[in-house]
């Protein structure tokens, strides 16, 4: 693909292909954070488009960039290759080796199909309306090989006994023949007028608890318990891959000091402006005295957000603990319970009978 040309027009540029430009233009620091903020799906897509971009005319980026509504743009031009591709991997995901190998090996390998790939630029209602009226096994299909960002904003769009009878087929979906990818892919291509981006998925509750644990505290609720009442066995193994919140209370000093120094304070306040003083005690004494006092005033000060507001925060600060969690940076697993708890926990044992009186 090469995007050189005169025209500064912009719309027929996919999402992907945005946030690929974006990429190769921004500055190596704005670049790290913005990582921080993606799951390994959104680097894996945004990275096989820089590698096939080839040269962009200053025309786009320009485009690009001021329809982003950010300054930066050089103006100069920008060259996507598997070179690019590799430099900018490796100077910004430091640390994560394997995965940028397993990327470079993606996109170096056969080239996969990339026929789901403008998905994300149809609004979740109108999809979600689309699947309402085919068949939950076809829609099943389709939410299968969409991202779980997107795919979980799809889902809550759904009536809910369509949304539990469509979760149940995801959990069950077998390995789908190619060629009903393709006649899928062709019928919503002439519905919806668009091409479509295939990826593998992994454990099917694991991906099941990705998904439900994207959407709001409401909609989590009512999507659990829809599917619960009609496969509580399936329910139950989505629940054991769900990590919320309220779970970083139970991971080690080490992994919440790794996921400080990473993650926005400011965001992280407002996660914990409704969690008691145990959650938010777990983040201050892992703090020094002086970061400790600072985030206590900020916690402090003032009114409540709502609920919503708050569960956002939540959901940044868990996507990005996951996140350093597949890059190796942390352990999600609960702690051990220290020696002296373990040995308070255990059954006394009974005291020795006194000797009899003589």
Known sequence: MSLAQSSPDIKRLSGPERAAILFLGLQQEQISKLMDHLNEDEIRTISRTMSRLGKVDPAIVEAVFADFGDSAASGGIIVGTTQTTERLLRSVLTGRDELVDSILQEISGPPKSNTWERVTTVEAKRLADYLGNEHPQVAAVVLSQLFADYAAQVLSELPAAAAADIMVRLLEVPAI??????????????????????????????????????????TETRLLGSLESISPEHAAMVRKHMFTFADLIRISQASIQALLQECDKSRLAVALKLSDEPARQKFLSNMSERQAKMFREELESGSAPRKPEVEEAQKEIVLLAKALSAAGLLSLEPEDPPADAAAEAAPAEPAPAKAAAA
């Open 177 to 218: 023949n190619r060629e009903i990818l393709d006649d899928v892919e062709r019928a919503m291509r002439n519905d919806l007028g668009m091409d479509l981006v295939q990826d593998k998925k992994k454990d099917p509750h694991s991906y099941m608890a990705d998904l439900i644990g994207r959407v709001n505290g409401d």
